[in-house]
Structure formats: C-alpha cells, structure tokens
C-alpha cells in the first residue's frame, strides 16, 4: 500500500470538495479548481475527509494511487491557504516594476519584458528587495508561470546576475586568472 495515497486528506472548514465519480472539484475562500482523475483509482468523500482507494496491484495504478491523493491534497491547500513563489532579481540596473496587473522587467535587454498574468494568478512587486511573488491557488500554474519568468534571463554562472528563486543556490565559476604563459 502506497504510504503517500493512503493517508486521507483533511478537508478544513470553509472549503468545499465534491466527488463526482471520478471528477474531483474543490471550492474555497482562494477559488475554484477542478480535475479529472483516471478510474483506476476510487475517490470517497467520507464526512470531512477524502480517502483514496486503488483498484488493483499493477505498477501503473499503484503509481497513480499516491499522485491522486497529493493532486486532491494540493488542491484542497491551494483553495484554502494558495501557494507562492519569490522570484529574485539581480544585477546592476535589473529591476522589476507592476503595471497594472502586468510585471515588466528591466533585466539588460534593450527593451523592458512584460509578462501577463493568466487567469488565478497575481503579482507582488517589492521593488527595494526587487523581488517578485507568484502567488495562486493552482500549484502547478504558480511553479509554470514562476519558470517562465525566469527563463526570460536565467542567472549566469560569473557574477550571478539574471532572476532566480529566493534561496536558490547559484552555482558559480572562477573568471579568468590573467596569468601569462
């Protein structure tokens, strides 16, 4: 039995979870999300609790039993609490500014990039820190849009300008020595 798929997942008050066969739709103070599951696994929702079951021992359907109760666990967080992401910038003259609901960076281009947010998700801007926080209710789509955002300069290896995550580790390398033959 998967350690992971069967725990159940608490539902905490004030969000709403509804199990139609194998269509899972969880509803919170955060909003709205909903997701199709295979029918391999069985979902219950039993009182203030979803349980997880498998249908049989095969390695494909063992391997969706835990991925299912951590998708529904992921979706009953993201409605009640949401989830971010705080994405850095840095380097001489990098800054990052909000036009709307629009983020448009200033990141060594000859042009600024302004990135839009799709539907569910919201930017945060502390332009001191120079920090950017991609917050939602849908953790797939926070981590997308925040991997997304940091492709546009991804931090190089010298001097460790470019955008990365709060926290991330940049690997760095030596420049030249200038030594002669």
Known sequence: MSRIGRLPVAVPAGVQVNVNGNEVSVKGPKGELKRLFPKTVEIKLEGSEV????SSEEASVRAMHGTTRALINNMVVGVSTGFSKVLEIEGV???VELDGKNA??????SHSVTIEPPTGITFVADVKTRQLTVS?????LVGQVAADIRKVRPPEPYKGKGIHYLGEKIRRKAGKTGKGK
């Open 51 to 54: 349980n997880v079951t498998r």
């Open 104 to 109: 448009v960076l200033y990141v060594g281009y």
């Open 136 to 140: 939602g209710s849908d953790v797939e």
């Open 93 to 95: 003259g990098y800054r």
